[in-house]
């Protein structure tokens, strides 16, 4: 098993490389705005650390969100693309689970992600591997929070309301492939890489044009 996960779904551009015992290599660069830019050499780095070629790889696995669509759609396209050129599986994992399996908690919490225009993306888990509810789109305010701990970047963008965490703030891929790779050992099904999207698209088709009269 060689397993390349990657994720672009926040303003982490990750990627790393698991061969169903460890991960071999992981790279990732904070930046909102580059995500086209930085995911293909951020993948050819992790390959040269690891000495391996995209040939070696048998399972290329995408955070599937929910985040901003551009973002999202780098990284999912990108393993479209790669699975089909190279014949191998594709898969999709959400952007929270990621998260919750790299802060390493095994009681209750939640995940908050910056979900932008004052909002947060979040899901509720049982352990570090175990969604219960969600995800959701919600104001801070409106976060259920009830005294459990949430990680994430949400958690420290808005402290005053969600509290705050030590957990990892975004979804590195060395958390990513390694859910992937114990799920793909142990038979759990994976999902396709399809975007989890929580809105509508901000573009919309115009209406009729309103007649003007004179």
């Not at 070629?53 to 929910?66: E, K, M, Q």
């Not at 919600?138 to 005294?147: F, M």
Request: aromatic letters at 6%; charged letters at 20%.
């Amino acid at each position: 098993m060689l397993v390349l996960a990657f994720d672009t779904a926040t303003p982490a551009v990750t990627a790393a490389l698991h061969d169903g015992e460890r991960v071999l290599a992981e790279s990732t660069t904070i930046d909102a705005r580059r995500h086209g830019e930085l995911l293909v050499p951020t993948i050819e780095r992790v390959l040269s650390e690891a000495r391996a070629t995209l040939r070696d790889v048998t399972a290329i696995v995408a955070g599937s969100g929910p985040g901003p669509y551009t973002g999202l759609r780098v990284g999912l396209m990108t393993a479209q693309g790669l699975a089909t050129t190279m014949g191998v599986p594709a898969y999709g994992i959400c952007t929270l689970d990621a998260v919750a399996y790299g802060s390493g908690l095994e009681e209750p919490f939640l995940v908050a992600t910056d979900a932008r225009r004052k909002e947060v993306f979040w899901a509720r888990y049982a352990d570090m591997r175990t969604r219960r509810d969600g995800p959701f789109v919600d104001r801070p305010a409106q976060v259920p929070v009830e005294g459990l701990p949430v990680v994430g970047a949400g958690a420290d963008l808005y402290r005053d309301v969600l509290g705050q965490s030590d957990a990892p703030l975004y979804p590195f891929a060395g958390a990513l492939a390694s859910l992937a790779a114990e799920r793909l050992a142990d038979g759990t099904p994976l999902d396709p890489p399809r975007p989890i999207y929580l809105r509508r698209p901000d573009a919309v088709v115009p209406g009729t044009p309103k007649r003007v009269t004179a």
